[in-house]
């Protein structure tokens, strides 16, 4: 099994920047995609980026395109996101996730999650 600990968040003002961080650790070799997920209370939880484990595939939902980058160390089994141009909308738990299956946009395709960390954007 993976276990995936996220860190990195907390309060930053519109147009701030933060970088969540993600540590992986287990059977860290059979995963095959990362993704970030967010859910803000009273809303279902909505997918943020993905990466694929190797190679260069990369995708982001359309609210975050051009702001969040998603980046992984493989040899440090770490995945990361930066954010930048945060707006008060960011405002959620992010979650990271590992798939065995595949990678992409769907919360279904994710076997392993980590616990969430904070990420406020207030004024």
């Known amino acids: 099994q993976v276990q995936l600990v996220e860190s990195g968040g907390g309060l930053v003002q519109p147009g701030g920047s933060l970088r969540l961080s993600c540590q992986a650790s287990g059977r860290t070799f059979s995963a095959v995609g990362m993704g970030w997920f967010r859910q803000a209370p009273g809303k279902e939880r909505e997918f943020v980026a993905a990466?694929?484990?190797?190679?260069?595939?990369?995708h982001y939902a359309d609210s975050v395109k051009g702001r969040f980058t998603i980046s992984r160390d493989n040899a440090k089994n770490t995945l990361f996101l930066q954010m930048n141009s945060l707006k008060p909308e960011d405002t959620a738990v992010y979650y990271c996730?590992?798939?065995?299956?595949?990678?992409?946009?769907?919360?279904?395709?994710?076997?392993?999650w980590g616990q969430g960390t904070q990420v406020t954007v207030s004024s």
């Open positions: 996730a590992a798939s065995v299956v595949s990678v992409g946009s769907s919360s279904h395709l994710y076997q392993y």
């Open positions: 990466i694929r484990w190797t190679g260069t595939y990369t």
